[in-house]
């Protein structure tokens, strides 16, 4: 046990009480146990209670399990660590709780402690003891457990077009327990906003509505990233309503002054809404660059955007966020051709008509989200190109578990610039095939977290 000092344990905030909603409350829930040494000790309620007058400065919050052949109360405290406290540990442990969102789950005679550096830790290693004892029939076989993520950022991409509250709660409940930590919501038109550039769809959540459900995420932990689809894919932001500042039917124009007007006036209402410290502007598939979406191909090359009012737009957008605080994140497949990396998967690499040719001119500062979905291969030599000359790089899976497999354990291995990992779920929330979203969480998430994983042949 940690040595006791004035604040022996601190002390997380109130809005841990949310993150336990649905596991935990101040209602009996049904029985639970852990065991220590082996030896059962049979809970037959767990709460959650406040402190009515917490340490100056600090609100408490206990998870209390309630042993039922005694009477008597044992306290599952959270703890979270200082550098005082690191010291205190083996080696070994210091180096395990040092990495961001890892924890320490220990059974201390009737008491459990959940400690972390941070409070995004002590809220996995509650998941975890509350998972373990649903698991295994309310028994924990274990007297200690430390956990940490081989990814620093774990990204769930989702579309949220006409889903309800409740639904989005749902999925958010879904992606913590699976210890994600950042949430890349698209802001096409599923949302009511002022801003003139999109026309919301009727069943559009208001913001109003939209602010619950990020003040649940950030009280679970998350960081949330707004996704603008900027300049390609214009069938989500300009084509409804100003079809006149379009390029060509999927792309809108660079040239036109109007044009940053709009997309400024709509950054700023995204920004003061979300309070991101980074936007993903988007920027994949530009429309006649590529043949895997028929629809959106163009057969006169004289109206596929040049790669020269790309490079324009990614730059004017980085240097507005840039004045705001903010980081840019934008997809990767259009800086990297078929003819570079011959032996990848080619429905990932649209750099052609001289896009790849970009690559080098991207600020440096930009973090690519480097999407493949269908490779079986190990090696995504296209990926450290990114980091090689500079730029941090995220890499992006969607369904194919081989796929989710090999480039997890790629990204995991890079040298440098590696940030982690995104799943995405795409046109599967809007249609509510649940099935194949939750297998998406449950196995990228665990994948994301622990690359060992036993891998599919």
């Known amino acids: 046990m940690l040595k006791q000092r004035g604040l022996f344990f601190t002390l997380i905030s109130l809005a841990t009480v949310v993150v336990l909603r649905g596991t935990t409350s101040a209602q009996p829930t049904e029985p639970r146990a852990y065991i220590d040494n082996n030896q059962p000790l049979h809970i037959s309620e767990l709460r959650v209670y406040q402190p009515e007058r917490p340490p100056a400065g600090y609100r408490t919050v206990l998870a209390k399990p309630f042993l039922a052949e005694s009477g008597k109360e044992t306290a599952a405290r959270l703890i979270l660590l200082d550098n005082g406290d690191l010291d205190e540990l083996s080696p070994k442990q210091r180096s395990i709780l040092e990495i961001p969102n890892s924890f320490r789950v220990a059974v201390q005679g009737e008491d459990i402690e959940i400690s972390s550096t941070g409070r995004q830790g002590l809220i996995y290693g509650l998941d975890e003891l509350i998972s373990r004892l649903e698991l295994n029939g309310g028994k924990l076989y274990t007297k200690s457990l430390l956990d940490a993520p081989d990814h620093t950022i774990r990204a769930l991409h ?17 992606a913590r327990k699976s210890r994600f930590n950042t949430l890349i919501i698209q802001v096409g038109d599923f949302i009511r906003l002022d801003a003139r550039a999109v026309e919301p769809r009727p069943d559009a959540l208001s913001k109003e509505q939209f602010s619950s459900v ?39 124009d660079p040239r036109e002054p109007k044009v940053y007007e709009l997309v400024f006036e709509h950054l700023d209402e995204v920004l003061e809404l979300f309070d991101p410290p980074a936007v993903h502007i988007g920027h994949d598939e530009v429309s006649g660059t590529y043949n895997l979406h ?13 790669p020269d009012l790309f490079l324009q737009d990614v730059i004017r957008l980085h240097d507005y966020l840039q004045s705001k605080g903010v980081e840019t994140w934008m997809w990767g497949d259009m800086l990297v051709a078929p003819e570079e990396f011959p032996g990848m998967h080619s429905s990932n690499l649209h750099g052609r008509f ?7 001119k991207i600020p440096r500062d930009i973090v690519i ?9 190990p090696d995504y030599p296209s990926v450290a190109s990114f980091t090689a000359q500079g730029n941090p790089v995220l890499g992006a899976t969607w369904k194919k578990r081989r796929t989710v497999e090999t480039l997890t354990r790629y990204v995991a291995g890079l040298p440098n610039n590696s940030r982690g990992m995104i799943a995405t779920t ?7 095939e649940w099935d194949i979203v939750h297998d998406i969480i449950e196995t990228s998430g665990s994948l994301f977290w622990n690359t060992r994983l036993e891998q599919t042949p």
């Open 354 to 360: 001289g896009y790849a040719q970009l690559r080098p």
């Open 294 to 306: 028929k629809k959106s191909a163009i057969r006169d090359e004289g109206r596929i955007l040049p």
């Open 214 to 252: 990020l003040d649940y995420a950030k009280d679970n932990g998350f960081v949330v990233i707004p996704d603008v689809p900027l300049l390609t894919t214009q069938q989500k932001f300009f084509k409804n309503s100003f079809p006149e500042l379009l390029y060509n039917e999927l792309t809108y």
């Open 158 to 174: 989702l579309v949220i077009r006409s889903l309800t509250t409740s639904e989005l709660i749902d999925l958010i409940d879904r």
């Open 426 to 432: 795409w046109f599967h929330v809007p249609r509510r």
């Open 369 to 377: 989200c480097a999407w493949h979905y269908w490779q079986n291969k």
